[in-house]
């Protein structure tokens, strides 16, 4: 199944390390990350899930609830955190998809034939509280995702989310923001009492507005 932005996510209930998961149930109110790797025990996913596994606080402080998916079974899982643990310095928390029968796989079209018959690419979904889709990626297996990187996107897509702004190329936290073109120059005036700098008509930045 193609799962386009602005899609609600596909539920599913699924066998985790975590125990049963009800997906919609476990993301609530909360922003969520579904993200795939191609197989246990192999070098570049031990590195992602560590490397989540380091940002549970930032992800904690988005309100963003993460859950990891791959083919293999949930005894190897189990035995494998424990090597994630060991080599990249942390401790995994957060719940990692056994599916066996490739059931989330086939929802969210994790499996690309072409790259590989069995396991699944490098998929990364971000869900909004509203459980549409807000952000979707698909690396090959040999490249790592860059997780600061779905970190910033986070905040962009929370700043829309809440205030009616876009963020330009590069754009990190504390740089000015754009705003978006449904917004008059008169209503943004109003909106953005920290000022609007207009460069053309349609190219109007304001301080990020979360800011003090
Ligand atoms: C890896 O995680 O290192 C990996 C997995 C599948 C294919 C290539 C690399």
């Not at 998961?21 to 909360?30: A, E, N, P």
């Not at 025990?41 to 606080?57: H, I, R, S």
């Not at 754009?171 to 053309?200: C, M, Q, R, Y």
Request: aromatic share 8%.
């Amino acid at each position: 199944m193609t799962i386009r932005l602005g899609d609600i996510a596909p539920n599913f209930t699924a066998k985790t390390t975590e125990g049963e998961i009800d997906f919609h149930q476990y993301l609530g109110d909360s922003w969520g990350i579904l993200f795939s790797h191609p197989a246990d025990y192999t070098p570049v996913c031990t590195t992602e899930l560590g490397k989540t596994a380091q940002l549970k606080d930032e992800f904690a402080k988005r309100n963003v609830k993460v859950l990891a998916v791959s083919v293999d079974p949930l005894d190897k899982h189990e035995g494998w955190v424990k090597d994630i643990n060991e080599t990249q310095h942390t401790t995994v928390t957060f719940p990692i998809i056994a599916d066996v029968d490739r059931n989330v796989a086939t929802l969210y079209d994790m499996i690309h034939p072409n790259a590989s018959e069995t396991f699944t690419v490098r998929s990364l979904f971000v869900i909004g509280p509203d459980k549409k889709v807000k952000l979707s990626i698909t690396y090959p297996a040999s490249t790592g995702r860059n997780f600061v990187e779905v970190l910033r996107v986070i905040d962009s897509l929370q700043l829309t989310a809440k205030y009616s702004v876009a963020t330009p190329a590069d754009w990190k936290h504390g740089e000015d923001v754009i705003v978006v073109p449904a917004v008059s120059t008169a209503d943004a005036e109003k909106k953005f009492p920290k000022g609007l700098k207009i460069v053309k008509p349609y190219l109007r930045y304001t301080p990020q507005p979360d800011l003090q």
